[in-house]
């Protein structure tokens, strides 16, 4: 099992920063992809950023220039920092992992999801 836990969120003004992080745990043996999602009340889920395991990246139009997504390898931890917050990018953020997992005699594909994270941007 992996279980994803996530830290960095709350309420900032427009125009601030934040980082996000997201650590995983489990008997993991390799992380082929790890991301960050947002759901805005009403609206469906989204992408925001992902970063595969060779190091691509791939960003939502709307944040494109604001947000970096980065990787701790060592601590299969994965980064999003928010620079020049919009009160548009208030949303819950979920962190999303893809990698293969390790059980007894055996190892398979995983995928999971953070419990999630509100970001707030409000005067």
């Known amino acids: 099992q992996v279980q994803l836990v996530e830290s960095g969120g709350g309420l900032v003004q427009p125009g601030g920063s934040l980082r996000l992080s997201c650590a995983a745990s489990?008997?993991?043996?390799?992380?082929?992809?790890m991301g960050w999602y947002r759901q805005a009340p009403g609206k469906q889920r989204e992408l925001v950023a992902s970063?595969?395991?060779?190091?691509?990246?791939k960003y939502a139009d709307s944040v494109k220039g604001r947000f970096i997504i980065s990787r701790d390898n060592a601590k299969n931890t994965v980064y999003l920092q928010m620079n020049s917050l919009k009160p548009e990018d208030t949303a819950v953020y979920y962190c999303?992992?893809?990698?293969?997992?390790?059980?007894?005699?055996?190892?398979?594909?995983?995928?999971?999801w953070g419990q999630g994270t509100q970001v707030t941007v409000s005067s």
């Open positions: 970063l595969t395991s060779g190091g691509s990246t």
């Open positions: 489990g008997t993991i043996f390799s992380i082929v992809s």
């Open positions: 999303n992992v893809n990698g293969v997992v390790v059980t007894p005699g055996q190892m398979h594909d995983f995928g999971s």
